[in-house]
């Protein structure tokens, strides 16, 4: 389970570099500036990053060894903001923890309700198991 989340971790900043990387640019010629940016690791492990360009993105990044039964893995806190070619706004908070990578942001796809018939079904069959060892 914690190897997962370690590698939740890599999967998290893959996902941070893509989706900075990835937004689309600006038509410019000229380089996108860095206006601000830090980066802080300490010996025991607790480490942030943050960094701001010219063009409005902004991305930062918090971690810190928690004890988790007999592993000590690194959680991770972070947010990343950019506005793509046609003005749009987009937000992206996380966290990485031993509960795997839980992204939140609106730009996220929402899966549709499940219809009243099916989910009666699937309540009435979750009561019944019996039924099915009938077979």
Same mark, same amino acid.
């Given at each position: 389970?914690?190897?997962?989340? =370690?590698?939740s971790a890599v999967i998290l900043a893959c996902v941070v570099v893509v989706l900075v990387r990835g937004a689309p640019q /600006? &038509? +410019?010629?000229e &380089?996108?500036?860095i206006i601000s940016q830090e980066s802080d690791i300490q010996p025991d492990g607790t480490f942030k990053w943050s960094f701001e360009a010219g063009d409005g993105t902004? #991305?930062?990044?918090? $971690? /810190?060894?928690k004890q988790i039964e007999k592993e +000590? &893995?690194?959680v991770m /806190? $972070? #947010?990343a903001s950019w506005t793509d070619n046609e003005g749009g706004q987009h937000q992206l908070t996380y966290t990485a923890d031993e509960n795997g990578y839980q992204p939140q942001s609106p730009d996220i796809p929402v899966a549709p309700e499940i219809p009243a #018939?099916? /989910? =009666? #079904?699937?309540?009435?069959?979750a009561a019944h198991p019996e039924q099915d060892n009938e077979q």
């Open positions: 389970m914690f190897v997962s989340c =370690r590698k /600006q &038509p +410019t010629k &380089p996108v500036p902004k #991305a930062e990044q918090n $971690g /810190q060894p +000590t &893995p690194v /806190q $972070g #947010a #018939a099916i /989910q =009666r #079904a699937l309540e009435y069959n």
